[in-house]
């Protein structure tokens, strides 16, 4: 059993290692996913706790944590240079589509949001 | 002068009929008190043997007009209009009806809104039994039977067979026996007959007691008597659904004055009464026969919104409003409020959804307030009223609900104060990442 946790131990280490090797802003990127993931969570355990009454409220606040944290994914996914598939794609159209559907996004929660 | 002498003429008929009494108040829904009553005998004897309870009548204000039941020139219509508002039947021997008249044609008269009295003795024919069980009351078949008591009879000198009955089983009404109590025993002599108990429409307005029976006072009783006990009804009284009303007693002695007079002492009891309760049941019983009692009706159906005057066309989900019905109850000589504190409403679509008991203010105008059901449709407020005696009130009127418009939603609530943080944090977080992430080195 120590050999398992000195294993595990070894595999956070390397995801470590690995990770601070990653750019800036791809890290400023997962920061800002987190953030909304994590403000999901919240609103999902406060229905929990008292019910779903104003049920339009509930779907439009966590539906602008997911959209936004999901948006975020697709950016991060196109500006990495790491990515074959994205070789081409200047940044800042990927940006700016981030941010146009972003903009689309908040729009129809603030509808929806009643 | 020959030449002017006939305008002259007419000039003063027609300031004649001008100035004539304008014609009697007739029967109306305004005034639902039956005015000219036809009184059919067998015998015109009877005029003056049942004089009491005719005077009574028309101390009262009707019109009778007697006539004999096989008379020639009988008849309850012309052209299309009925010439009377009332039918008595005292004539309980009658084969068939004399002029225009027959069992169908009293059924009609009945069925047009008008009021019935029928009485019969035990030489009823069958044309009268045969108008009494389209009323609902089935006479004994036996043609022989008469309604024979040994407990529960009268002490006279005159029978000893008993079938001379003081009976006290009455129905407890108010609207259709008065309000006072009625305490002597009433005297009946005739025969019994039965009401269906699925029959909803009939009363036993004076019942047997349970010592009673149906049969032929002159013979020994072979088998056991179809008619026995309290479910032989002396006189019964029916409101059909148009509120026309029937009685219908087993005796036409009942109404005579020399039972109206009599004194009555029931066998086994000491108490002997000067006067028999006869009178007083026939008197009060003929004035809820002819409406004079227990004729509601309801008028000014009012409804609108809580703080507002006039009836909108629809109503919203969640609105509070408010219904009022103004009830009368006819005196015989006017209309006065009718109080009572049962009268509810229903909000009915399908089912009632809203059903309130109305509160009055003693002047004939109920009212109550709710609020409209969270469910959106075409609703009914419906008054539907039926006590015993009284007239059955039935009111619908229709109202359509909708739902709420985009703009009358609830805003703000304040369970949901956390989404909104969460929305407008997103919304800030975004704008700050951007910044961030376009100009960090």
């Given at each position: 059993m120590a050999k398992g946790t000195n294993d595990a131990q070894l595999l956070v280490q390397s995801l470590r290692k690995a990770y601070a090797?990653?750019?800036?802003?791809?890290?400023?990127?997962?920061?800002?996913?987190?953030y909304a993931v994590a403000t999901a969570l919240i609103q999902v355990a406060y229905m929990a706790m008292v019910g779903s009454f104003p049920f339009n409220s509930f779907l439009s606040g966590v539906l602008s944590c997911v959209g936004t944290a999901v948006l975020a994914v697709c950016l991060r996914i196109q500006v990495n240079k790491d990515n074959k598939e994205f070789k081409d794609l200047p940044p800042e159209r990927a940006f700016a589509d981030f941010v146009l559907c972003n903009l689309v996004l908040h729009l129809v929660i603030m509808n929806f949001l009643g | 002068m020959a030449k002017q002498r006939p305008s002259l003429l007419l000039l003063l008929s027609l300031i004649s009929l001008l100035l004539s009494p304008p014609p009697a108040f007739s029967f109306s829904d305004e005034s639902p008190t039956a005015r000219r009553i036809l009184v059919l005998v067998d015998d015109l004897a009877l005029r003056s043997s049942h004089s009491i309870f005719f005077d009574s009548l028309v101390s009262r204000g009707y019109q009778l007009e007697f006539k004999l039941a096989d008379d020639p020139s009988l008849s309850l219509q012309r052209y299309g209009q009925f010439l009377y508002d009332g039918l008595v039947l005292f004539a309980?021997?009658?084969?068939r009806f004399g002029g225009s008249l027959d069992q169908s044609k009293v059924l009609?008269?009945?069925?047009?809104?008008?009021?019935?009295?029928?009485?019969?003795?035990s030489n009823a024919s069958d044309l009268v039994r045969g108008i009494a069980t389209d009323s609902g009351a089935d006479f004994d078949e036996d043609p022989e039977a008469v309604v024979i008591d040994h407990l529960s009879y009268a002490v006279s000198d005159a029978d000893g067979d008993h079938t001379l009955i003081a009976s006290d089983n009455l129905i407890k009404s108010n609207v259709i026996l008065g309000d006072k109590a009625i305490e002597a025993p009433i005297l009946f002599r005739g025969i019994g007959h039965s009401v269906n108990p699925a029959n909803t429409l009939v009363l036993k307005a004076l019942t047997a007691s349970p010592s009673a029976y149906s049969a032929n006072p002159k013979t020994k009783l072979s088998s056991p008597p179809s008619l026995t006990g309290s479910s032989i009804s002396l006189v019964s009284v029916m409101q059909a659904r148009n509120n026309a009303r029937v009685l219908i007693s087993g005796s036409l002695e009942l109404f005579s004055n020399r039972f109206l007079r009599s004194s009555v002492q029931k066998a086994g009891s000491k108490t002997i009464y000067d006067k028999s309760g006869n009178e007083q049941f026939v008197t009060e019983a003929a004035k809820w026969v002819f409406h004079e009692r227990g004729h509601l009706k309801?008028?000014?159906?009012?409804?609108?919104?809580?703080?507002?005057t006039t009836e909108p066309g629809i109503y919203r989900?969640?609105?509070?409003?408010?219904?009022?019905?103004e009830i009368y109850e006819w005196s015989g000589k006017s209309w006065e409020p009718y109080v009572a504190d049962d009268v509810q409403?229903?909000?009915?679509?399908?089912?009632?959804?809203?059903?309130?008991?109305?509160?009055?203010?003693?002047?004939?105008?109920?009212?109550?307030s709710f609020k409209v059901p969270d469910v959106y449709g075409v609703f009914q407020f419906k008054v539907e009223y039926e006590r015993l005696g009284y007239t059955s009130l039935?009111?619908?009127?229709?109202?359509?609900?909708?739902?709420?418009?985009?703009?009358?939603?609830?805003?703000?609530?304040?369970?949901?104060?956390?989404?909104?943080?969460?929305?407008?944090?997103?919304?800030?977080?975004?704008?700050?990442?951007?910044?961030?992430?376009?100009?960090?080195?």
């Open positions: 090797a990653t750019p800036t802003s791809l890290k400023i990127i997962d920061l800002y996913v987190v | 309980p021997s009658v084969s009609e008269f009945v069925d047009a809104g008008h009021d019935l009295i029928l009485a019969v003795d309801a008028v000014n159906v009012k409804h609108n919104k809580v703080g507002e989900i969640n609105d509070d409003l408010e219904y009022s019905v409403v229903q909000f009915f679509m399908m089912s009632p959804y809203v059903l309130k008991t109305m509160s009055t203010n003693k002047k004939g105008l109920y009212s109550t039935s009111l619908a009127k229709q109202i359509p609900v909708r739902p709420f418009r985009h703009n009358e939603y609830e805003r703000f609530i304040p369970a949901a104060f956390p989404y909104y943080a969460a929305s407008f944090s997103t919304m800030g977080a975004f704008f700050i990442f951007s910044i961030v992430y376009l100009y960090h080195k």
